[in-house]
């Protein structure tokens, strides 16, 4: 069970990588990304962040592209706003299948209801 210091970098991170990818990263495939959560570790060396691409003509293939190509300035602009961490976390991307999950779950429901 991680710690409080830890859920709570990951939720800085969260919040912070959500305002560096909407107003700093310049690529255009990146506009369309939300990211949903941060899991970092316990020895906060790494940081899971999990995204989710919306709106049409993006797919989730170039938003990954996109990503590691920003990695590096992410992260840079991620440790200045984070100064209270010594060593900031790898970074690694990860697409959020729970909406897809969801989004399935919530078809399929409706699907049963119309059947009634």
Known sequence: ?????????????????NEILQREVKDKKVG?????????????SFCKV????????????DAAAALERAKGFIRTELAKR????????????TVDESTKYGNKIDAMLADLNRRD
């Open 1 to 17: 069970m991680p710690s409080n210091k830890v859920l709570k970098v990951a939720e800085q991170m969260k919040r912070h990588l």
């Open 50 to 61: 999990y995204y989710t691409v919306y709106g049409p003509g993006y797919s989730e293939r």
């Open 32 to 44: 369309f990304i939300t990211i949903t959560a941060c899991e970092v570790t316990n020895d906060l």
């Open 82 to 93: 984070m100064s209270n961490l010594r060593k900031m976390p790898e970074l690694v991307f």
